[in-house]
């Protein structure tokens, strides 16, 4: 029998979602429009910038009929300020303000232009990680500093990790965790050790709240094994007795 599926969406589920969200690239070749199940897909003419999903983008690029435009939060700037906010502020830094207008069937949450070329230079969006990940092995030659943009990456996964894990350890003391400005791929990493503090908490508040009955279980417990231990003692005895007349 087949293990059940784990409880939320794994790693790769959240990346494969990821590549759902718009970037812009400069076209090299025309390309003509596309109909497909998640929308149209405007014409591509050079020299003009458009927005396409991510797994398009990645496509064009490896076949270099395009380039990608990447994000303004990708830049090692901007990510160098972002990692001081992260450093500073207890909370995780506010995600990007959206002033979308949802009359558009191909536009839904989370699936906002935050990774355009439009997108605000200081705010991390929700696939920030996952999106920053392929984007520098995919296109690190459009991506100004692409070794600077890699650490900084990776100093601001340690950071909010940590910041994550810091945050869920207030769950013992009955306080609420903050999760405003969680990415998606961080929320499917540490899915794992939340669940287990929170399985944990509850496993202390149930003891907490059947103790006495837990207790008296316990005592009639051990009342009944000694009952039993005296009764063994006592036939012991009187086994020893019979023998003894016997003999005699």
């Known amino acids: ?5 784990p409880p939320g969406l794994t790693p790769p589920e959240v990346a494969f979602l990821c590549e759902m969200e718009l970037v812009t690239v400069v076209p090299r070749q025309r390309l003509d429009e596309l109909e497909l199940l998640g929308g149209p897909i405007p014409a591509l003419q050079p020299p003009y910038r458009t927005s396409i999903p991510l797994w398009l983008a990645l496509l064009l690029k490896r076949q ?30 506010p995600p990007p303000s959206q002033q979308v207008s949802f009359s558009s069937s191909t536009l839904s949450p989370p699936f906002l232009p935050s990774a355009t070329a439009d997108a605000p230079p200081d705010a991390l969006p929700y696939h920030w990680l996952e999106m920053g990940e392929m984007l520098l ?23 909010r990790m940590a910041k994550l894990r810091a945050g869920v350890g207030v769950l013992e003391g009955g306080r609420e965790v903050n999760m405003n ?7 499917a990493e540490g899915r794992a050790f939340i669940a287990g503090v929170v399985d944990g ?33 006592e036939n012991d005895i ?8 016997m003999d005699l």
């Open 181 to 187: 400005g969680v990415g998606g791929m961080e929320i």
């Open 1 to 5: 029998m087949a293990s059940p599926l």
């Open 137 to 159: 092995d995919a296109a690190a030659d459009d991506i100004p500093d692409p070794d600077s943009a890699r650490r900084l990456m990776r100093d601001l996964r340690e950071v």
């Open 64 to 93: 270099r009929r395009a380039n990608i435009v990447p994000p303004p939060w990708l830049s090692p700037p901007s990510l160098e300020s972002i990692l001081k906010l992260e450093t500073t502020l207890t909370p995780f830094t």
């Open 238 to 245: 009187g086994g020893a007795g019979d023998d003894d007349e």
């Open 201 to 233: 908490l509850r496993k202390d508040d149930w003891l907490k709240r059947n103790w006495h009955a837990i207790r008296k279980i316990g005592t009639s417990k051990e009342l009944s094994r000694k009952e039993r231990e005296a009764e063994e003692r």
